[in-house]
Each structure stands twice: as C-alpha cells, then as structure tokens.
C-alpha cells in the first residue's frame, strides 16, 4: 500500500474521522463503517490531510489548472490542498459553491477564481453512488469550466446500483473520460484492518458489506 494511503487512514482513525458500527448513507444503504471528513477539524489535521491527497494527485499524473471544492466539506478540503501545492511550488487558483444563491452584494453561488476555460480537480470527501460528483461536474460545466480529475479521500468502491457491475467511480470515469483518483479505498481499509490488531475484528462485518454492494 502506497505510504500516503495507510498515512491517510491512520489520520483518519486518530482524528475519529473513521468509525465502525452501523451508519445509514446517503443511499439508504447501511453500512458498518463511516468516514467523516468534518472530524479533521484542526489547521494541524488539515495540513497533514491536504500533504495526503496532493501525494495522491502527484503520484496520478492528473494535469489541471485549478481547484473545485463542492460546499460543504470539499470547501476546507480543496484549501487545504490549494495551501499544501503552494508549498510545493504551485500557486493553484480555487473556486467553490454555496448551496443557496446569494442575491445581493456579488449574487450568484460561485466563489472565488473564474472557472471558465480551466481545467479543473475536483476535491470532494467521499464517493459511494456518485451523486455528489455528478452534481459538481454539472456545476463545473454550467461555469464553462473543463473537469479534468475527480480527488476523493476515501472511495467506497460500491455499486451504484443493482444493474452496473462496476464502482461508481469506474462508471463515472468510464462515462466521462474523466479520472477518479483516491487517497485510499476500501480494499486499502480492509488491507489496513488486517495488520491492525485493533481493528481486525471489523473486517467480517466490513467484508459482508463488500459482499453485498461492492464493485466487481
Ligand atoms: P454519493 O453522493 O452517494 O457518492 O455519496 C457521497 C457523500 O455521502 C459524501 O459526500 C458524504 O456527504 C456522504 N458520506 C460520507 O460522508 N461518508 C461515508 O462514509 C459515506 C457517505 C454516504 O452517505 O455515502
């Protein structure tokens, strides 16, 4: 497992971002585990976690302009990332949405840097189903801008529905031609779980779940 993939996962447990039990998802699906990206909640857990994605988006190769984050959690997200390739040598201009328009003072529900003709990386939290991508990409596209990359901490690797076969990223990049990069996956979590004592009595429940809605 690549280093900033368990780096990733090991921050996520100390900062309780990861948690096992029982969670209903946004898909109605119940699942034994949960990643909150609203627990890294700290300028230092920001910086470490901004240091794992930007590994992650160097080491794809993926080539783009500029920064997308979707409100909520992709707002903290792709600042982090935007601060951390600033240190890199990359001054990285970055945009992000509010969820209700604004009618006064600037209007309208884009904030920050013109999209328009740019290519843009996405930077969300999490992807399960796909329909949180699919609403940035439509944001990105009503902006005139060019999704180039999709960057999620954690893909969840699960089906979007009964009738695909393939993980909701797999269908997303194969439908748009564009690149789903994650820090870390399940199949990493799982990797993880089994050479952590404290967590590999979660790996039947988490292996269960994979049996059910997980991707080929
Ligand atoms: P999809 O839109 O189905 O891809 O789900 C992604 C969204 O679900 C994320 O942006 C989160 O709002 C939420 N989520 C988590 O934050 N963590 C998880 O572990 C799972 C989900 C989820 O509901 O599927």
């Keep these: 497992m690549s280093d900033h993939r368990s780096r990733f996962l090991q921050l996520a447990l100390n900062a309780d971002a990861l948690r096992f039990g029982q969670f209903t998802l946004k898909s109605g699906r119940v699942s034994p585990y949960f990643f909150n990206a609203g627990r890294f909640d700290t300028g230092l857990a920001l910086a470490q976690l901004g240091n794992c994605y930007a590994d992650a988006v160097d080491s794809s190769g993926v080539a783009f302009d500029q920064l997308f984050g979707p409100a909520y959690k992709g707002i903290p997200?792709?600042?982090?990332i935007a601060c951390e390739f600033s240190h890199r040598g990359r001054n990285l201009p970055l945009t992000f949405n509010r969820k209700e328009a604004k009618d006064h003072g600037e209007g309208g529900t884009l904030i920050g840097?013109?999209?328009?003709?740019?290519r843009i990386l996405i930077v969300d939290d999490v992807i399960t189903a796909g329909t949180a991508i699919r609403e940035a990409l439509a944001i990105i596209r009503a902006a005139n801008g060019i999704p180039a990359g999709i960057v999620v901490a954690l893909d969840r690797q699960e089906i979007a529905s009964e009738d695909d076969p393939r993980s909701a990223a797999q269908s997303v990049a194969a439908e748009t031609g564009i690149p789903v990069i994650a820090v870390s996956n399940l199949a990493d979590l799982l990797?993880?779980?089994?050479?952590?004592?404290?967590?590999?009595?979660?790996?039947?429940?988490?292996?269960a779940y994979r049996a059910r809605y997980g991707s080929n």
């Design 113 to 118: 840097a013109d999209m328009a003709g740019k």
């Design 77 to 80: 997200l792709a600042t982090a």
């Design 191 to 207: 990797a993880f779980a089994s050479g952590n004592p404290e967590l590999v009595g979660y790996r039947e429940p988490l292996l």
